[in-house]
T-cell receptor, first 114, second 109 residues
Framework: DARVTQTPRHKVTEMGQEVTMRCQPILGHNTVFWYRQTMMQGLELLAYFRNRAPLDDSGMPKDRFSAEMPDATLATLKIQPSEPRDSAVYFC????????????FGPGTRLTVT | GQSLEQPSEVTAVEGAIVQINCTYQTSGFYGLSWYQQHDGGAPTFLSYNALDGLEETGRFSSFLSRSDSYGYLLLQELQMKDSASYFCVLRTGANNLFFGTGTRLTVIP
């Protein structure tokens, strides 16, 4: 049963600390997406990779957020320094480029910044 | 830019049929998807319409009218487990998905 995995599932940190979230996409999927979900803003696309190359990170605050894919089995989203307004659930999703309207979401990382 | 409108909440009775409407505005249109999300869970893909008409998958059907910029998700034989949020999602380009704010469906006995 192929699934997207994310770690950690929960993270509580203090303002100013660095946060790294990890995602393992489904084997064979060539697109990876990072989303952020809050009650106020809903689900927002932060970054998108195809074949490990970043294609769109326009939804991401560039001054503190960075997203990378060091290899095909790992995607990372880093926040440095973190702020209370970054508190949200961060989802990673993967898919196939030719059918990327069908994305498979991971369980999410619930981030709380105090 | 793009925008999506869907009702924020819908309540329906177990065993009944419910329709969740979605209207959109966009300069580029590739298709409309629907995702389901249970509280505390991750969004899961339900259906996709790129062309006008009805797509059926079991108890769920999705409809699209591109001329009206309108779509809907139809859930039949409602079950308690169908209580969740349902998002219509606009595909505005080959690589772009824009999620609506979601409709919270509550199924009551």
């Amino acid at each position: 049963d192929a699934r997207v995995t994310q770690t950690p599932r929960h993270k509580v940190t203090e303002m100013g600390q660095e946060v790294t979230m990890r995602c393992q996409p489904i084997l064979g999927h060539n697109t990876v997406f990072w989303y952020r979900q809050t009650m106020m803003q809903g689900l927002e696309l932060l970054a998108y990779f195809r074949n490990r190359a970043p294609l769109d990170d326009s939804g991401m605050p560039k001054d503190r957020f960075s997203a990378e894919m060091p290899d095909a089995t790992l995607a990372t989203l880093k926040i440095q320094p973190s702020e209370p307004r970054d508190s949200a659930v961060y989802f990673c999703a993967s898919g196939l480029d030719e059918a990327h309207y069908e994305q498979y979401f991971g369980p999410g990382t619930r981030l709380t910044v105090t | 830019g793009q925008s999506l409108e869907q009702p924020s909440e819908v309540t329906a009775v177990e065993g009944a049929i419910v329709q969740i409407n979605c209207t959109y505005q966009t300069s580029g249109f590739y298709g409309l998807s629907w995702y389901q999300q249970h509280d505390g869970g991750a969004p899961t893909f339900l259906s996709y319409n790129a062309l006008d008409g009805l797509e059926e998958t079991g108890r769920f059907s999705s409809f699209l009218s591109r001329s009206d910029s309108y779509g809907y998700l139809l859930l039949q034989e409602l079950q308690m487990k169908d209580s969740a949020s349902y998002f219509c999602v606009l595909r505005t380009g080959a690589n772009n998905l824009f999620f609506g704010t979601g409709t919270r469906l509550t199924v009551i006995p």
